[in-house]
């Protein structure tokens, strides 16, 4: 067990996909914060811009709703639901408008019947499964070392959490450019202020990349110790 939580393969693969997720997560608060400075020279609000891209689209079955917390920003497609946080709901920033809009590019995604968002609710259940039993399969494996077929069962499991957030990029990549070309196409921000609705986004997009990148150097780690382990028996 101190083999498990303290190898150099936590330093050299885990650790870096580690630091990356941490500089993601900073980066996209100062950029938020940054550009949350930056008020949009037609006064629209987050939720005044959410609403043109569902106008755009020709979606009138959407509401937009206001809910707590910094940056908790979602579509909710089962209640057909845009819900915009504190700092985005009522907020004329240029940063807050690219949030808006990028959520409302997902209620497009759905009244189109975007394929890769259609995939990855289609894997929901299993990847929860993998999700909540991948690592606790793996730890038995680790522990007893008769069980190590268990193991890769694990790692198995484990890995559909790294399909889940393949699958998620493109969904993400895509609600963002409809936002953004749907706030080029109408207007909504222009000059510095659209550069900086664009900055957030892809600020917010490095999260997810983020998330991937942590996911496979943990399986990766899980792979190594489980090869190690095989050839010792």
């Known amino acids: 067990m101190p083999f498990f939580y303290f190898d150099p393969l936590y330093i050299l693969i885990v650790v870096p996909a ?8 900073l980066n996209v608060n ?5 550009y ?3 008020q949009n020279s037609r006064h629209m609000t987050g939720a005044d811009a959410a609403m043109e891209i569902l106008r755009h689209y020709g979606i009138f079955d959407v509401r937009i709703e206001r809910v707590s917390g910094h940056l908790t920003d979602h579509f909710d497609p089962r209640s057909k639901v845009i819900r915009l946080s504190d700092s985005v709901y009522n907020s004329t920033s240029a940063a807050a408008i690219g949030v808006a809009c990028h959520e409302a590019g997902h209620a497009a995604q759905y009244a189109q019947g975007y394929k890769p968002i259609k995939f990855r609710n289609a894997i929901i259940p299993i990847c929860n499964i993998g999700s909540n039993i991948g690592i ?4 038995i494996g680790l522990i007893f070392s008769a069980l190590n077929w268990l193991m890769m069962v694990g790692i198995i499991l484990y890995a559909l ?3 889940f957030q393949l699958v998620t990029l493109p969904v993400e990549f895509n609600a963002s450019s409809r936002a953004l070309q749907v706030i080029g196409e109408e207007n909504l921000l222009a000059g510095e202020e659209y550069t900086a609705a664009k900055k957030t986004l892809r600020a917010a997009a490095l999260t997810y990349v983020a998330s991937l990148a942590a996911t496979l150097a943990t399986l990766l780690r899980f792979l190594i110790l489980y090869m190690v382990r095989s050839n010792d028996r």
């Open 18 to 25: 580690m630091l990356l997720g941490l500089f993601a997560q």
């Open 30 to 34: 100062r950029t938020f914060k940054k």
């Open 36 to 38: 949350s400075r930056m």
């Open 136 to 139: 606790p399969l793996i730890l």
């Open 161 to 163: 959490v790294a399909v």
